[in-house]
């Protein structure tokens, strides 16, 4: 069983460009979310999808976008990039029950670093 | 502001017990975590207590959970030097995509 990965591992973008982050779901996990996490805090919860739908949103600008595919790998697009924008983005996958008991499980990040 | 509350910084000497406390708000939280940190890494669950228990142990890890008092802690034994990092604990509240709230994390520095 693979666990979560994400690629790229660095990423060094300039302001107002655009960005595109990708994951790969762990095997079996139908549900993936993402998290921004600034240096020095806990990751803050960007959005959800569940079967190719966004599922759920965090106090995150329409700026910022994804995608899940049906093999259940995900995007996270960001655009017009602005310096605040750095830091690690984290994505997280879990299996959706009936019952919330859906653990998530994280991979790696991607450090983004905006000039 | 964070709804979810860590103290910053621990340090422990190896060998020791570590206590991680953590605070939060959200009354209706089902699900209550913990995940570790390690410098350039993402995180790593270590382990997980439901709302309506109180204790939790796996292994060298105890969770109490205080739900009257909205209070969390995570108790390492025989702490290695390997357990320093920085340590996360997190809520699920009730709504059906599961959004995790964390806090701002401890870093944990074990010393020989």
């Known amino acids: 069983e693979t666990g979560v990965t994400q690629s790229p591992t660095h990423l060094i973008k300039t302001r107002g460009q655009q960005v595109t982050l990708r994951c790969s779901s762990q095997?079996?996990?139908?549900?993936v979310s993402w998290y921004q996490q600034a240096l020095g805090q806990g990751p803050q919860f960007i959005f959800q999808y569940y079967r190719e739908e966004e599922n759920g949103r965090g106090n995150f600008p329409p700026r910022f976008s994804g995608l899940q595919f049906p093999n259940y790998s995900s995007e996270l697009n960001v655009n017009a990039l602005e310096l605040d924008d750095s830091a690690l983005y984290l994505c997280a996958s879990s299996f959706r029950r009936v019952h919330p008991t859906d653990t998530q499980y994280f991979g790696p990040g991607t450090r983004l670093t905006v000039l | 502001g964070e709804d979810v509350e860590q103290s910053l910084f621990l340090s422990v000497r190896e060998g020791d017990s570590s206590v991680i406390n953590c605070t939060y708000t959200d009354s209706s939280s089902t699900y209550l975590y913990w995940y570790k940190q390690e410098p350039g890494a993402g995180l790593q669950l270590l382990t997980y207590i439901f709302s309506n228990m109180d204790m939790k142990q796996d292994q060298r890890l105890t969770v109490l959970l205080n739900k009257k008092d909205k209070h969390l802690s995570l108790r390492i034994a025989d702490t290695q030097t390997g357990d320093s990092a920085i340590y996360f604990c997190a809520e699920r509240g009730t709504d059906s995509w599961g959004k995790l709230q964390f806090g701002a994390g401890t870093q944990v520095v074990v010393t020989p």
């Open positions: 095997s079996g996990h139908n549900t």
